[in-house]
């Protein structure tokens, strides 16, 4: 019976672990990675999606840690949260395009994705870069070209090397220049990395990646033809490449330093003469030809460059602003302007423009007593035009109408820093006039999704500082409890101790007693006598005529109990000889105490038996007999 | 052996009245002066902190066993600026109150904001068994140990009175492994306690030597506030160790022990 009972709890433990077993996972993020391709060819791309399902909060873009010989590159991310059916899900798409520069097969490890400071996994995944494959083979991918604005043309670097930076061989160098010195938090600054060569060289990629911390980065995908030109520096002839660029933008004002890493590249060894310079470069630069002479290896490391990032102006700073920097334009639209009372209506908001459109964040809405209001969707496409970063940002944002009527959702507006005009611009929507039709429906909401949790807004922080002091001392008895349990328990446990101890002791002597019964009955004699004087002394006192005869009858069975103790004789089979001779070998003959425990026996059998007058003193002087006779015995040590 | 029910009953009424006395006889802790808290709870109000710092910091000297003091004191130390002595403050009102959340924020708090970072980098059992031993206090500690004790005679005596010997069984052997790891409890906290001492810099910037003397070369500066552990103090100087592995000799006064008298 037993054993079914607990078999049926093991059986619904397991039942239970296993129903909350999805609920436990579905709660946990999902990465993946999507290749369109497993296979390209060299410089061919390889679009590449990294998913993250079911993800709560801000989700960083991942890096994807590509080995040596590939190249990859940001491009966007999207963010989708659809109810199906009634449940929830969410999910956030990076999207990388990958470039191969050598052939091979290749792995990318697994990807770390950090959600809420915990750090997720993806599975580790393999392509392959073919030798072969067309114009890709040579040269790598060309990006889709954007028609480009007077503003993205490839601006010149204004911030040259310092002129103490001198290359450790003046025929070959890599000069990384800022497209400007000083720039506003979130504005863009071009950081391009130009090569300086007199060798037939080959462009291998990073060695060492550039320390670029205070900066959100997006890195331009290199040109399928790198364009390069001929300058002349300090009298010399070099062939100038500009073979990378990354755009920045600086996160906090702050003098930052960046150290832009260093770069690989191989060579060949002599240095070229001008007559054949420009042919020469023709043939290798940056393409296959030469791939199996003799090369050497080189590390180009550029001067670290210094930007001042300055705080924004703080005339004309509208309250809204959120630290977007760059031209924008907003555009906004409702998906119907008739809808019943507690059904969902959804306004689209797009921000477009030039600038960082990761980082910008929804306008903010105004409380609304007949709304609720529940950001559903957010989306940023990337473009890269020319050399500068920007994109569209589309916001879904869900209001919910509470009240029956002609309602309006009001402007929402958008406000950004355009370092151009060195200005704030504030953009606004239109005021959306909605119809709403009474109805007596509930707010319908996807499953999984409490109310609250739905139409809550976060709250936020708004700063730091220590706890305030406490007002109260606190409870005297309660702060000194412990102190006084403690003290409580140790006398408790001294007292228990000493309880062994005794218990020990007494176990022993039971030991000992059991194994030698003449020794239990010698060492219990006085005890089992002086149990039984009560008795005798109530006899004693009483005046009843029966009692006398009853004192010494039982005085007589306490003496002779006390002395077949002593003696191991049995207490009904011992007789006055036997005892009279045990006593004279303890004590001696002729001892005076013998013959007083002689006539203590005479006068009992005579009271017994009625033969005698007893006297009250009698009684007192015949328990005073027996107690010296104990005492007497208790002092002799056999 | 067996003792008759009146001696078993004898026994536990000794014990309940030998309990009884001790726990109602001890005594309670000696009361700081109401008036003169309130009046520092005032004057820090009124953001007077350097005259509520004295005031704590007189009383917290007098009655050292209560952590709202300790915490008070820690407050106004770091109103005034001083991080270093509001860290100490605030680890005092940790021996005290160890699970005290505001306590632990404010720590946290302050230690967020100090100019010198110690990376941890011993093993998670040493940092875990730290973290375990530095939420519970001494006396909580020497509880547990004591019920652990207790129980544990408790599990000998009954079979030795009720059964007349003593018994090992499975009973006995679940409480002597609950007293052995309550007596390693135990002993490790003494350890943190009385041998390897928590300390707070008390100095803006102080040199950690090679040696105890001023000859010895330089091994690395501390800042302000930052908790280092003694393990040996010489005339003027004491060995500490960081929790990186680092460890040299200091000077003595740029250091305060939490659990100083």
């Known amino acids: 019976m037993r054993f079914k009972r607990a078999f049926s709890f093991i059986f619904l433990s397991m039942a239970a672990g296993l129903c909350l077993l999805p609920a436990v996972c579905a709660a946990e993020p999902q990465i993946s990675i999507v290749f369109q391709a497993r296979q390209a060819a060299v410089g061919e791309e390889i679009p590449l999606t990294v998913r993250i399902t079911g993800a709560q909060g801000n989700v960083q873009a991942p890096r994807i840690p590509v080995p040596a010989g590939v190249e990859s590159f940001y491009t966007g991310r999207s963010s989708n949260l659809s109810f199906i059916n009634g449940v929830s899900s969410s999910s956030v798409e990076f999207s990388y395009v990958l470039i191969g520069r050598r052939a091979g097969t290749y792995d990318i490890p697994a990807i770390e994705v950090s959600v809420e400071g915990k750090v997720y996994r993806s599975e580790a995944v393999k392509f392959e870069i073919t030798g072969g494959g067309g114009a890709g083979a040579s040269a790598p991918a060309q990006m889709p070209v954007q028609p480009q604005s007077a503003a993205a043309q490839s601006p010149a670097p204004i911030q040259e090397p310092p002129a103490a930076y001198v290359p450790q061989d003046k025929n070959i160098y890599v000069a990384a220049a800022l497209d400007k010195t000083t720039a506003y938090p979130n504005e863009q600054v071009l950081l391009t990395y130009s090569l300086y060569t007199r060798y037939d060289t080959r462009y291998e990629g990073f060695g060492e990646e550039p320390e670029m911390s205070g900066f959100w980065i997006e890195e331009f995908p290199p040109e399928r033809e790198i364009r390069r030109e001929t300058v002349r520096v300090s009298g010399k002839q070099y062939v100038k490449a500009d073979i990378r660029q990354i755009a920045l933008f600086p996160t906090a004002p702050a003098q930052y330093e960046i150290k832009p890493g260093t770069l690989k590249a191989s060579i060949r060894q002599e240095p070229q003469g001008s007559s054949v310079f420009d042919e020469f470069f023709n043939d290798s630069f940056f393409s296959g030809s030469g791939f199996f002479s003799r090369r050497e290896n080189r590390l180009l490391k550029p001067a670290p460059l210094k930007l001042t990032v300055i705080p924004f102006p703080e005339q004309g700073k509208p309250a809204n602003f959120n630290g977007a920097v760059g031209n924008f334009r907003m555009t906004a639209s409702l998906d119907r302007d008739s809808v019943k009372q507690n059904e969902p209506v959804t306004l689209t908001l797009q921000i477009e423009g030039e600038g960082n459109i990761e980082t910008l964040k929804q306008p903010g809405i105004p409380d609304m007593e007949t709304f609720k209001v529940y950001e559903s969707d957010s989306k940023a496409d990337l473009f890269k035009n020319g050399f500068v970063i920007g994109g569209r940002k589309t916001f879904e944002i869900v209001f919910i109408p509470l009240e029956a009527g002609d309602q309006i959702i009001p402007k929402l507006s958008f406000s950004f820093f355009n370092p151009r005009t060195r200005q704030y611009q504030t953009l606004f929507t239109p005021s959306f006039p909605l119809k709403v039709e009474a109805s007596k429906e509930s707010t319908a909401l996807p499953k999984g999704l409490e109310k609250e949790a739905a139409f809550k807004k976060d709250i936020k922080k708004e700063g730091q500082d220590i706890q305030y002091i406490r007002e109260k001392l606190g409870n005297e008895t309660l702060i000194g409890l412990p102190v006084r349990a403690l003290r409580g328990v140790l006398w408790a446990d001294i007292f228990l101790s000493l309880l062994l101890v005794l218990g020990l002791l007494r176990a022993r002597r039971e030991h000992v007693f059991s194994r030698d019964t003449a020794l239990r009955r010698r060492k219990l004699a006085k005890q089992t006598a002086m149990a039984r004087m009560g008795a005798l002394q109530k006899l004693a006192r009483s005046s009843k005529p029966e009692d006398v005869a009853r004192f010494f009858d039982e005085l007589d069975k306490v003496l002779t109990q006390y002395l077949s103790d002593k003696f191991n004789l049995s207490a009904f089979g011992a007789t006055r000889v036997s005892l009279e001779r045990e006593l004279e070998n303890a004590l001696g003959r002729e001892h005076e105490l013998q013959r007083e425990i002689a006539k203590l026996y005479a006068l009992c059998e005579e009271a017994r038996y009625g033969m005698a007058q007893v006297s009250p003193e009698s009684h007192a002087q015949a328990i005073e007999t027996l107690k010296r006779t104990i005492t007497v015995f208790e002092k002799i040590k056999k | ?261």
């Open chain 2, 1 to 261: 052996m067996g003792l008759k029910k009146s001696s078993i009953l004898c026994f536990a009424g000794l014990f309940a009245g030998v309990l009884f006395v001790c726990t109602a006889a001890a005594a309670a802790l000696p009361a700081p002066d109401n008036a003169l808290f309130e009046k520092a709870n005032k004057l820090y109000y009124g953001e007077k902190y350097a005259e509520a710092q004295k005031i704590y910091s007189d009383l917290l000297e007098r009655y050292p066993s209560h952590g709202a003091l300790a915490y008070n004191l820690g407050n106004t130390d770091y109103r005034l600026g001083k991080t270093g002595p509001a860290i100490l403050a605030y680890e005092k009102a940790l021996l005290q109150e160890p699970r005290n959340p505001d306590i632990l924020k404010n720590l946290r708090y302050v230690q967020d904001a100090l100019e010198y970072r110690l990376e941890d980098k011993r093993n998670w059992y040493l940092r875990a068994a730290e973290l375990t031993l530095q939420r519970l206090t001494e006396q909580e500690v020497a509880l547990v140990l004591g019920l652990a004790y207790l129980f544990f005679m408790l599990g000998l005596l009954l079979p030795l009175f009720f059964r007349g010997g003593l018994r090992f069984g499975s009973v006995q052997k679940v409480l002597t492994v609950v007293l052995a790891v309550a007596l390693m409890l135990y002993a490790a906290k003494r350890i943190e306690m009385r041998v390897i001492r928590d300390a707070i810099v008390m100095a803006k910037k102080a040199d950690v030597r090679y040696g105890p003397s001023e000859g010895d070369r330089i091994a690395f500066k501390l800042g302000e506030g930052l908790k280092v552990y003694v393990v040996d103090r010489r005339e003027g100087w004491s060995r500490i160790f960081l929790t990186n592995g680092e460890d040299g000799w200091i000077k003595n006064d740029s250091i305060a022990e939490v659990n100083s008298k």
